[in-house]
């Protein structure tokens, strides 16, 4: 495999985890859910994802910590703006070892709840992304990315089920795809007052051009509230198929003011 096919594959698998990123969940889930926070209110998240993949001889290893805050404008609208760590190596035989690590494309969204009735609640979330990761070591897209996400979530009892479905723009210098979908469903189980257990499965367009095979996943987590104002979060995901990094371990850290 080339110098240049191996680039392309570590660009496409941060461009992965970046646009995951943006739809700031509860972490460790990449689905969203269509709370917010309320008038006011302040949460602050540092969010940890190590990804793990073993492809057609190439070794790749990308570590990622993000930074996110989000602040409640209106009772039903939030304002977020997320800022990622990545690093990233590949090791094959015919390059050696390649890596490169920085600050990744900064995103800022808005989520707007406009429907809540009987459990029921459902929001669209806009935004975009800021070329602050340098492109030429696959840190970023080096151009400017849209996306708008439908978001509904339908709580019964114990349980809450959310829907994610997307479009994303995602412009960039790759010479990658740059009209792309997502899609994903979500659980949450209030097993206790202060302890969730979440389940995750999703996909989305290979940003590849020429792969027909979309980057898949499966997630398990736990969500455990140290106090109201403190939760912790550990997770694992699997990818169902060759396009998505064979696992990945999460963890992170939110506190709400």
């Not at 960039?172 to 979440?198: I, M, P, Q, Y």
Request: net charge negative; glycine share 10%.
């Amino acid at each position: 495999m080339d110098l240049k096919r191996e680039t392309a594959l570590v660009a496409a698998c941060c461009a992965t985890i970046l646009l995951a990123g943006t739809a700031q969940a509860a972490h460790p889930l990449i689905t969203d859910d269509a709370g917010t926070m309320g008038t006011g209110n302040t949460l602050v998240e540092f969010n940890g994802q190590y990804d793990h993949d073993n492809y057609e001889g190439v070794k790749t290893k990308t570590h990622e910590l993000e930074v996110a805050v989000t602040y409640g404008l209106t009772e039903a609208v939030d304002f977020v703006v997320a800022v990622p760590y990545t690093a990233w190596s590949t090791r094959s035989e015919e390059d050696g070892k390649l890596s490169a690590d920085g600050i990744g494309d900064t995103s800022m969204e808005f989520k707007w709840r406009f429907y809540e009735q009987d459990g029921l609640s459902l929001a669209v979330k806009p935004g975009m992304s800021l070329p602050t990761g340098d492109d030429d070591e696959g840190l970023g897209a080096g151009k400017a990315t849209y996306q708008l996400y439908f978001v509904g979530t339908q709580e019964v009892g114990p349980w809450a089920f959310h829907l994610n479905l997307a479009y994303i723009r995602g412009n960039n210098t790759a010479d990658e795809r740059d009209n792309l979908w997502h899609a994903s469903l979500a659980s949450d189980f209030a097993l206790t007052k202060g302890l969730h257990l979440v389940a995750n499965i999703g996909t989305e367009r290979n940003p590849a051009k020429g792969e027909d095979t979309h980057p898949a996943f499966v997630l398990g987590g736990v969500i455990y509230s140290l106090t109201d104002f403190c939760d912790v979060d550990f997770g694992a995901k699997a990818g169902l198929n060759q396009a998505e990094p064979d696992y990945s371990l999460l963890a992170g850290v939110a506190f709400t003011f």
